[in-house]
């Protein structure tokens, strides 16, 4: 009799469900979600039970599952399910309310005998400590969090068994984001539009272990090598591993509409799988174009449409709108105008021993280009050229490495990798240069506290809430100056890499005269190290750089760089009661 009655109470729990009287007709017969409620922008996830009939489960043409979410507002969020076999279900679902309040749901599904829809499902969210998915903000030119709080990318390149404590690591040094390049999810084994479900397995693993410690990741969909049959050998040889092979040839894998037919399919599994995730910075669509046969012996200009392509697939099917990217390679005519183009945000590689101003003298005392200067001269270049040019973000998706003139891990090399992280801040860059590549190679130099040193300047700066931001002229007597201001807003750096800058005197074209308040940033200790007001008649603040001194036997020295941000706090009054002050915007 208890037997009896447990599976009465089971059959109960199942929910009615619409289809008609057909046999074959799909049916949602459960869904069973991890819990009721969720945090805010934190993961929903539940199982599904269906009945269908479908050959491959990867396919939405053999069977397509489409949950509709309705927010408390009453916005409705079109999200798909996925395949993954889990406890004895074949489904899942993944969504992240962006909301307070009760959600209503309902999960639909089709295959080639017919169509259903569930009952309505609901979920709670609730507050929560997160912040939500990177975008766009509103001023074009940087991120911010989906609740509007300010994002500035702190990272670099990390690649292959990404580990916890690795993380961790990275996270105590002010990293903030990672970029990662993935293996393609269609193997030789399992075939063309079919998904390896333990490489899918390794990058869930990879976004739990980024949402437990807030680190963002920038996640690379092409790798080239995985495109190129002939280009640039080794390593970046990689096309026989790839199943396109069985619908394409690599040179027209840009053009082919088999190979892009199936490309929409796994679009859609990764926005399904992954797109939920607050950890999910940006689709990183390619990275190196120009290192595929579909470049170099297809078609380039096709392979600029096939950016845009897959950029357009993004913004129309992905309700979370993830910004997009994607980069040519490092040299300096590598301009990848079709892809700064077409994508959310600009991604210009540097490496500088490929055609940029570089030292080749193999000395530094007879050489004509200076190896530090002209060295971040390189990236503030590169970032007004495409900051002037496509008025949107624009980040160095790609530097570093040994393509370079010191070798990794001398002076030179700190200072030039130090000199890139503050030239780029300065300039407009809306993430630290993706410095290639944490590795046993690098770390010592790269994987540093300088990346928490930029970032707790960072920190102190509202970039998405600034207006209109635009360079701004700096004056410094045989240095250079660099600086952005937006509404009240400026902040900025300035270096001789030749002497130093203390006792310097700094001149910023603020736009008004006023009261304005400094904060002297100390970029190599990762301390402000001086506050104090400024007043100014004209146009111009100016300030002095001070000189310090070693204290009780410790060192105490200013160095040949400082950051620096000022801020507008009020006009200066005039006799007659009224405010005297020239309004910025003359730019």
């Given at each position: 009799m208890r037997l009896l009655i447990l599976c009465l109470m089971v059959v109960a729990s199942i929910?009615?469900?619409?289809?008609?009287?057909?046999?074959?007709?799909?049916a949602v017969m459960?869904?069973?979600?991890?819990?009721?409620?969720?945090?805010?922008?934190?993961?929903?996830?539940?199982?599904?039970?269906?009945?269908?009939?479908?050959?491959?489960?990867?396919?939405?043409?053999?069977?397509?599952?489409?949950?509709?979410?309705?927010?408390?507002?009453?916005?409705?969020?079109?999200?798909?399910g996925f395949y993954q076999y889990t406890f004895g279900t074949m489904w899942k679902l993944r969504f992240s309310p962006n909301e307070t309040g009760t959600w209503t749901y309902t999960v639909h599904v089709r295959d080639r005998h017919g169509e259903s829809t569930s009952s309505k499902y609901s979920l709670r969210a609730i507050p929560s400590k997160f912040k939500g998915p990177v975008r766009i903000a509103d001023n074009k030119?940087?991120?911010?969090?989906?609740?509007?709080?300010?994002?500035?990318?702190?990272?670099?390149?990390?690649?292959?068994?990404?580990?916890?404590?690795?993380?961790?690591?990275?996270?105590?040094?002010?990293?903030?984001?990672?970029?990662?390049?993935?293996?393609?999810?269609?193997?030789?084994?399992?075939?063309?539009?079919?998904?390896?479900?333990?490489?899918?397995?390794?990058?869930?693993?990879?976004?739990a272990l980024c949402e437990e410690r807030e680190i963002l990741i920038s996640l690379n969909l092409w790798f080239h090598s995985f495109l190129s049959e002939t280009v640039w050998g080794g390593f970046n040889i990689r096309w026989h591993t790839n199943p396109y092979q069985q619908v394409t040839s690599s040179r027209e894998f840009f053009r082919s509409t088999a190979a892009w037919k199936?490309?929409?399919?796994?679009?859609?599994?990764?926005?399904?799988?992954?797109?939920?995730?607050?950890?999910?910075?940006?689709w990183f669509i390619v990275d190196e174009i120009n290192g595929t046969d579909g470049w170099v012996s297809g078609d380039s200009v096709q392979a600029g449409r096939w950016t845009k392509n897959v950029?357009?697939?993004?913004?129309?099917?992905?309700?979370?709108?993830?910004?997009?990217?994607?980069?040519?390679?490092?040299?300096?005519?590598?301009?990848?105008?079709?892809?700064?183009?077409?994508?959310?945000?600009?991604?210009?590689?540097?490496?500088?021993?490929?055609?940029?101003?570089?030292?080749?003298?193999?000395?530094?005392?007879?050489?004509?280009?200076?190896?530090?200067?002209?060295?971040?001269?390189?990236?503030a270049n590169q970032i007004k050229t495409i900051w002037d040019g496509y008025k949107k973000p624009v980040i160095i998706g790609e530097t570093g490495w040994d393509h370079t003139f010191y070798e990794p891990g001398m002076p030179g090399y700190i200072a030039a990798h130090h000199n890139a992280l503050w030239v780029s801040l300065t300039t407009g860059a809306a993430m630290t240069p993706f410095w290639?590549?944490?590795?046993?190679?690098?770390?010592?130099?790269?994987?540093?506290?300088?990346?928490?040193?930029?970032?707790?300047?960072?920190?102190?700066?509202?970039?998405?809430?600034?207006?209109?931001?635009?360079?701004?002229?700096?004056?410094?007597?045989?240095?250079?100056?660099?600086?952005?201001?937006?509404?009240?807003?400026?902040?900025?750096?300035?270096?001789?890499?030749?002497?130093?800058?203390?006792?310097?005197?700094?001149?910023?074209?603020?736009?008004?005269s006023g009261k304005y308040k400094l904060r002297l940033y100390h970029t190599w200790r990762g301390e402000f190290i001086k506050e104090e007001e400024l007043s100014t008649t004209t146009d111009e603040v100016t300030f002095t750089i001070p000189s310090l001194h070693t204290t009780q036997s410790h060192a105490n020295y200013i160095g040949q760089d400082v950051a620096f941000i000022v801020e507008f706090v009020k006009e200066l009054p005039v006799a007659d009661g009224k405010s005297k002050g020239k309004k910025p915007g003359r730019r």
């Open positions: 929910p009615v469900v619409a289809q008609s009287s057909d046999a074959n007709t799909p459960d869904v069973i979600p991890v819990a009721d409620s969720v945090g805010l922008y934190d993961k929903f996830e539940a199982r599904l039970v269906i009945k269908s009939n479908f050959v491959n489960p990867f396919d939405p043409e053999d069977i397509d599952i489409m949950a509709t979410f309705v927010s408390p507002s009453g916005k409705k969020w079109n999200i798909p030119r940087y991120l911010e969090y989906g609740n509007g709080s300010p994002f500035y990318g702190v990272g670099l390149w990390y690649n292959g068994k990404v580990t916890g404590e690795n993380l961790d690591d990275l996270k105590s040094k002010g990293v903030n984001f990672i970029s990662n390049f993935i293996t393609p999810l269609e193997t030789m084994g399992s075939g063309v539009g079919r998904y390896d479900q333990d490489i899918c397995g390794r990058i869930d693993d990879l976004f199936y490309q929409e399919k796994l679009y859609r599994y990764f926005i399904a799988r992954w797109g939920y995730s607050r950890s999910l910075a940006i950029h357009d697939y993004f913004k129309a099917n992905d309700p979370y709108n993830h910004p997009t990217t994607g980069t040519r390679s490092g040299g300096l005519k590598e301009f990848f105008h079709d892809g700064y183009q077409a994508t959310d945000i600009a991604a210009r590689e540097i490496y500088e021993a490929q055609g940029y101003p570089i030292n080749h003298a193999g000395t530094i005392d007879s050489a004509t280009t200076h190896p530090v200067k002209d060295s971040y001269l390189n990236y290639w590549a944490y590795s046993s190679k690098l770390n010592d130099v790269i994987a540093s506290k300088q990346l928490l040193w930029i970032r707790k300047f960072t920190d102190n700066i509202p970039f998405g809430r600034m207006t209109n931001p635009v360079r701004v002229p700096v004056k410094i007597a045989g240095a250079e100056g660099f600086a952005m201001q937006g509404g009240s807003v400026i902040f900025g750096w300035v270096v001789d890499p030749v002497a130093d800058v203390a006792g310097d005197q700094i001149s910023i074209a603020a736009g008004r």
